[in-house]
């Protein structure tokens, strides 16, 4: 099987399915080495000896009212730099 490769406008559409987000508009970089979503109000806890977390995000282009409540196991925690350079600690 050939390798396909895929074009990619600099906003496209995706769906994180295991999170329940048929579709949420993201902006691509190439140049970048991994990917963040903006989360707020975010609850840690513990599900079954298993560190998880709550989160929220704004899933509708556009609409800052609708907040999507999230819930994930925590695979990894990062620090974040905003594109001014602001780091924010996990």
């Known amino acids: 099987m050939k390798n396909r490769l895929l074009t990619f406008e600099w906003r496209e559409w ?8 048929l579709q949420i508009k993201a902006k691509v970089n190439t140049g970048a080495r991994t990917s963040a979503l903006h989360a707020f109000k ?5 599900q079954e ?6 989160f929220r995000l704004h899933a509708r282009h556009r609409d800052i009212e609708t907040e999507t409540v999230c819930t994930a196991e925590v695979v990894n925690q990062r620090t974040v730099m905003d594109s001014r350079g602001h780091k924010k600690e996990p």
Request: net charge neutral.
């Open 49 to 54: 000896g298993i560190q998880c977390i709550e």
């Open 14 to 21: 995706f769906g994180l399915l295991a999170l329940g987000i």
């Open 42 to 46: 975010l609850r840690p806890f513990m």
